[in-house]
């Protein structure tokens, strides 16, 4: 039995325990072979047969067939395919056919959601497959990545995709990109030197190299030491498998209304199919009676209406550039009320930027963002005046091997080829007025030594004219034990102590000048100063910040940087971090469940964290009855991305497999347009709640006539094509066109709606069944008096019903304020709507076909006008409310 970091694992699983701390020779013993000719073919064999393929563990899935299958099992598309099954036994046949195509857009729209959103896996195998070389029975072979066994011997050069998660046992200047993994955009310089045990995370393993991971510079020669599941990519995977998936608010909440209406259905139907027996109607009269009371129970229309809804919310969205995978994603943005977020790239701009100089004359700030050359010193001393400031810039511009390019377009962005640190000292070199191309051409570097974890500092010898030029840069204790004279760093190491405080990373640059070669490159040199670089917040980080505050959203920072440095930026930006705000993922895994809920809400910061700990803060504040987005951009954040009820993944820095596990990509990575993704939310579900307002009214009145008019003997009102008619065409465009409102004024105001707050909740409910009652009064007294006169009173009493609901749809474009108020050039589409609703309604009256269909008859001026007169009342009904409500006569609204 060995110990399979962080948990006990069998031989048989691959994997060492703690590799890291092992020195080289105990490690190869272990492993079993010689570094020089690795495995033989035999045991090879043996080994794949012991530990399986390399690769990583596909989730079990339904197929398409069953997965689009399931689409039809929710509660709202089982009430509509119920209902279109009663109005094919009563053949009615378009009916039918239109309740069909609903429920089979319904099926569609939501199969092509979650197939989608099955590729996250698929991506994460896609990244295994590729050519690696091994040293095999002495020689160096390519090999499959899937053939990869522990033991086997790895030689690494730069564009190399690692294998298998390895033990370095060589490292030539060995750079490695490490993003996808711990999320941190610089490449990670690797040593061969065992480490302490105990370490968590996979930045602190300089002597490992992990699958999937690519090299990006130098050598080197690892031994696999976990393959497939057992390594880091292969946990990463677990985890999405693992995942708790919560139904979004809105996917709750019609849920409830889908079961709400389909018992109420069953309920009146059954009541008046009763009633209407014992008072001695025929069997068969009731049956269709009751089945004309289904239909009207039932809003058809409603999952298109809703579909569409979401649909132009997401490309509203996309114009502001938050690009919607998954559409209940564009509702349940409006419900969220945390917000965990990344730091690198997304509250801050992605691009190390000096901001601070000192030199033994002066200490200086430094203005402009990212690569960009423009920009200025200002401090305590004139910059032209310091000579120790054109060293520092010599230093800078030299003792560097990255490259700048400027913005292919006017307006464009500077971009780096290299180290983004390297590439902030170049900028900061053409800030003091050097030009670092004619420089290089005219000090040619004629030797150097690379950075290396030992020695921390990189030292070049350049030829200028005729004088040797050494330069250095590097970490200050590493910078001092190269001067001549070490006492001269006292006062720069209180500078770089202060800055390190205030989360800025410090180099140290020193130069040497002399006739002769040096005979040692890295002694006797002089210090010219310390930059003080950062990757500084976005300008609109804190504005964005402050409308979350306002809108009742909490924020809170997840990242792999040091604690110090993300405190640094979120005070920047306004967040607060003081005592007990900021957890380390080393304080996290301290904490079991029962704790980490107890103190979740009081934590802004957290800092070093691993894959497993994002999954938890996140499950963590659901447990709280939190609706939770999560940024991410790396293999490490897709479990998270997956847990959280929104999983935002970078457009522009997300790896394929963050993407495909997000319900939302963000286009530019800018934490701001999160926010406006969330206004949007807001904006999108109060349409949603006008046009459930709006429905479920028209259906409460179309309802009441239905149950009430038998109970007092009076004529059937409304057939069930006239109903069906209703709400499908009558209610169809003014509830597409109430989808299309604005933002309210106090929308991003307003605390976040609590995951299960019903549908009717803010009044929704009262306003329903008052105004069901209301309409029900009007047309009933409307077709006891039609009846009377004479007229055509089942005409008038449906295009009553029909026009009422227009009146309705104007009435309800607010739910506190005066839709006299509101300006038509808002929303035209709804008084479009509501005009060619009012055209095809009068159609049906007048024209003869469709007087055959619908069974109406033409209406007179005079019957005309009482019909439109009596519509208009449900308008100024509302109206009524509303006023009530301004004035708190009415309940609070929601």
């Not at 951009?633 to 997000?662: C, F, H, W, Y």
Request: aromatic fraction near 4%; charge should be negative.
């Amino acid at each position: 039995m060995t110990r399979g970091r962080g948990r006990d694992v069998d031989d048989s699983e691959g994997a060492v325990d703690q590799p890291w701390s092992l020195e080289t020779s105990d490690l190869l013993a272990r492993l079993g072979v010689d570094p020089e000719r690795g495995l033989d073919d035999d045991e090879v064999g043996r080994r794949v047969v012991r530990f399986g393929a390399n690769q990583v563990a596909q989730e079990s899935r339904p197929s398409p067939v069953l997965l689009l299958l399931g689409q039809f099992t929710n509660a709202m598309v089982l009430v509509l395919a119920i209902a279109g099954i009663v109005t094919a036994i009563t053949g009615e046949v378009a009916d039918t056919i239109v309740i069909a195509a609903i429920v089979v857009l319904n099926g569609v729209v939501g199969f092509v959601q979650e197939y989608r959103a099955q590729r996250a896996l698929e991506a994460l195998r896609e990244m295994d497959e590729h050519a690696t070389i091994v040293r095999r029975g002495g020689q160096s072979r390519a090999v499959r990545s899937s053939d990869v066994v522990p033991g086997d011997v790895v030689e690494l050069s730069a564009g190399a995709i690692i294998p298998a998660d390895l033990r370095l046992i060589e490292a030539r200047s060995l750079r490695v990109a490490e993003a996808a993994l711990t999320g941190e955009s610089e490449s990670v310089l690797k040593s061969v030197n065992a480490l302490a045990p105990g370490l968590r995370l996979v930045a602190e393993q300089r002597n490992m190299a992990f699958k999937g991971t690519a090299v990006t510079f130098g050598r080197g020669v690892g031994v696999a030491v976990a393959v497939g599941a057992q390594t880091e990519l292969g946990r990463i995977a677990d985890l999405l498998t693992a995942r708790t998936q919560l139904p979004t608010p809105l996917q709750s909440r019609l849920s409830s209304l889908a079961r709400l209406m389909a018992l109420g259905a069953i309920v009146i139907c059954a009541l008046v199919f009763v009633v209407g027996l014992v008072r001695g109607v025929a069997a068969r009269e009731m049956f269709l009676t009751s089945v004309s009371l289904a239909v009207a129970a039932i809003p058809e229309g409603l999952p298109a209406v809703i579909t569409v809804a979401l649909a132009l919310g997401a490309r509203r969205m996309a114009e502001r550039l938050a690009l919607v995978r998954k559409l209940v994603a564009v509702e349940t943005l409006g419900s969220v009320n945390v917000i965990c977020t990344d730091k690198t790239g997304t509250l801050t701009e992605n691009r190390m930027t000096v901001v601070r100089v000192w030199t033994p004359a002066a200490r200086y700030d430094v203005t402009g963002s990212g690569y960009s050359p423009e920009g200025n010193l200002t401090g305590d001393a004139n910059p032209a005046s310091d000579p120790f400031l054109v060293r520092l810039a010599r230093v800078a511009a030299l003792c560097n091997d990255a490259v700048l390019h400027a913005p292919a377009v006017v307006g464009g962005t500077w971009e780096l080829t290299g180290d983004p640190t390297e590439g902030a000292l170049v900028a900061l070199a053409a800030k003091c007025g050097v030009e670092p191309a004619a420089l290089r051409d005219r000090s040619p570097r004629i030797e150097e030594l690379p950075f290396d974890a030992d020695r921390r500092r990189m030292s070049t010898l350049h030829l200028d004219a005729r004088e040797h030029v050494v330069l250095a840069k590097g970490a200050l204790e590493a910078i001092v034990q190269v001067l001549a004279d070490p006492s001269e760093a006292a006062a720069a190491a209180e500078v770089a102590t202060a800055w390190a405080a205030d989360g800025l990373r410090v180099l140290a640059l020193a130069d040497r000048v002399s006739d002769a070669p040096p005979q040692h490159l890295e002694e006797g040199l002089s210090l010219v100063g310390l930059a003080g670089i950062i990757d500084p917040p976005r300008r609109e980080a804190a504005g964005a910040l402050r409308a979350c505050r306002d809108a009742g959203i909490q924020t809170v920072i997840i990242t792999g940087d040091h604690p110090v440095t993300a405190s640094a930026i979120a005070a920047r930006i306004g967040l607060d971090v003081s005592i007990g705000r900021v957890l380390s993922g080393e304080e996290l895994s301290q904490l079991d469940d029962e704790s980490l809920d107890r103190r979740v809400r009081d934590v802004a910061i957290y800092a070093r964290v691993s894959p497993a700990d994002k999954m938890r803060i996140v499950q963590s504040w659901q447990r709280h009855g939190a609706v939770v987005a999560m940024t991410g951009d790396g293999v490490n954040d897709a479990p998270a991305l997956r847990q959280a009820d929104i999983g935002v993944a970078m457009g522009v820095t997300g790896t394929d497999v963050s993407k495909e596990a997000a319900d939302m990509v963000l286009a530019d990575d800018n934490f701001s347009t999160i926010v406006n993704a969330v206004e949007e939310g807001r904006r999108i579900y109060d349409n949603i709640r006008r046009v459930i307002r709006y429905l479920l009214s028209t259906n409460a009145g179309e309802l009441w006539v239905m149950f009430v008019a038998p109970l007092f003997g009076m004529p059937i009102p409304l057939l069930a094509v006239q109903i069906l008619w209703m709400n499908l065409v009558t209610d169809g465009l003014p509830a597409i066109a109430l989808g299309l409102e604005p933002l309210e004024p106090d929308a991003m105001r307003r605390r976040p709606r609590p995951r299960g707050e019903s549908l009717f909740a803010g009044g929704l409910g009262r306003h329903v069944v008052w105004v069901g009652l209301f309409m029900a009064a009007v047309v009933l007294g409307l077709e006891a008096g039609a009846r009377a006169a004479g007229w055509p009173w089942q005409t008038m009493v449906f295009t009553t019903m029909a026009l009422a609901q227009l009146a309705h749809a104007l009435a309800v474009r607010s739910q506190w304020r005066s839709s006299l108020r509101l300006s038509p050039a808002t929303n035209p589409w709804l008084f479009v709507a509501i005009a060619a609703t009012l055209v095809v309604q009068l159609l049906v009256v007048y024209v003869g076909p469709l007087q055959r269909i619908f069974h109406t008859r033409s209406l007179d001026g005079p019957q005309l006008a009482l019909v439109l007169a009596l519509s208009a009342t449900v308008f100024f009904a509302v109206e009524l409310e509303k006023l009530l409500l301004r004035r708190g006569v009415a309940a609070p609204r929601g």
